[in-house]
């Protein structure tokens, strides 16, 4: 069976767990912690990283900073993952869907400014696929009426958007390390951001309330409980496995684009056939390979083929089901406009095997399986 994902390994991690252990200390913001975030500081040219135990508790973390009140909204894609609209919700918010683009599935910015209202505090674009949302535009609408922005980037770490690393464009950028991620350390993330004022509630809040960080940089002579708080640090165990990654984070980009390549290239003729369609990178994205999909037809087709592909020993999996269609979706948000590609697009769309020790070969196999099909040789 061809797995669609396994988690990455280097080599190097049980070394460096094991270099952890020998520190004597495993809670966080120990050695491996620190080297994760000063790596991520200079080659995303990012001001502030803190690593935290997911990418949900980032975002967590982003939506308590932007401190909304009850009733106040958000805006974002129906089409993502249900912790982007959680983290909001937990603060008491209302979620506003807006409609996305076809070709990215990501947010279509030209549809965000009909769903402000007096209400709206935040924009949450998601970068889906690590191909960047069209973040000019959506600063733009940012600043004209005064709302922050946090981005969602658990599958954008390492990916820019004219030059710029993902998550470092809006107030906030959310970053995962879950195993099924481009870099991971098992259940992991890290919250980034440029403004130094967010410095300190941020890592207050990390640390259960506490100024526990002041502490430990000496700031202090004893840490006391300052305010609200809750435990979003991760243990420095699992940032010894993500430096592991980091180290190699250019040859797990390098594999990964090979791979994004390969299925690009040896599917090409079912594209010109009009079978499926296959991504689209705007110009001013540089991705980061984080997953290859392709559309068909409709959702009819698509069970077919995923089927088929089962039968064949190839794990290939369909993604969101937009959150705006769910119970809570609808309990928590609504959905701003017309629904005219969420679902349609959602329905059609199918992911193929993608991990960084997925071996060429077995990659070759996946796009000649689906070369095969027979609905494709008609
Ligand atoms: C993976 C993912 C998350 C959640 O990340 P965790 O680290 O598992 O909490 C959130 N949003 C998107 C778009 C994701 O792909």
């Given at each position: 069976m061809i797995d669609f994902n396994r988690p990455p390994f280097v080599g190097k991690e049980l070394d460096y767990i094991k270099e952890a252990i020998d520190y004597g200390k495993l809670c966080g913001d120990g050695e491996f912690t620190k080297r994760c975030s000063a790596w991520m500081r200079e080659k995303f040219q990012a001001k502030h990283v803190l690593l935290t135990t997911s990418c949900t508790h980032a975002l967590e973390m982003a939506a308590y900073l932007c401190d909304l009140q009850p009733g106040d909204e958000v805006i974002m894609p129906s089409y993502t993952f249900v912790s982007t609209a959680d983290a909001f919700v937990l603060r008491g918010a209302k979620i506003v869907f807006v409609d996305i683009h076809p070709e990215t599935m990501n947010i279509d910015e030209t549809k965000i400014e009909d769903a402000i209202t007096e209400k709206t505090r935040v924009i949450a674009p998601v970068h889906y696929a690590g191909v960047s949302c069209a973040m000019d535009e959506i600063m733009a609408i940012a600043k004209k009426y005064n709302l922050k922005v946090v981005e969602d980037a658990a599958q954008g770490v390492n990916a820019y958007y004219k030059g710029k690393a993902l998550g470092t464009i809006g107030d906030f950028g959310c970053y995962s390390f879950h195993e099924?991620?481009?870099?991971?350390?098992g259940e992991g993330g890290a919250l980034v951001f440029q403004k130094d004022e967010y410095q300190e509630p941020a890592e207050i809040l990390r640390e259960k309330g506490t100024d526990r960080s002041k502490f430990f940089r000496g700031q202090v002579d004893k840490y006391t409980w300052v305010n609200y708080g809750s435990s979003y640090l991760p243990s420095d165990m699992n940032a010894a496995y993500l430096w592991a990654e980091l180290e190699m984070a250019e040859e797990i980009d390098k594999k990964r684009h090979a791979i994004y390549d390969y299925y690009d290239a040896a599917l090409k003729p079912l594209a010109q056939a009009g079978y499926i369609e296959q991504p689209v990178v705007p110009d001013y994205a540089k991705h980061n390979a984080h997953m290859y999909f392709i559309k068909v037809k409709d959702l009819e087709t698509r069970t077919a083929l995923l089927k088929y592909l089962r039968e064949k020993g190839v794990l290939s999996v369909f993604h969101y089901i937009p959150l705006h269609s769910a119970a809570a979706g609808k309990k928590f948000g609504r959905f701003s406009g017309e629904d005219v590609y969420t679902t349609r697009e959602s329905e059609r769309l199918m992911r193929l095997p993608m991990f960084y020790n997925l071996e060429m070969k077995d990659a070759a196999y996946v796009a000649q399986c689906i070369l095969d099909y027979p609905a494709f040789n008609r």
């Open positions: 099924t991620k481009n870099y991971s350390m």
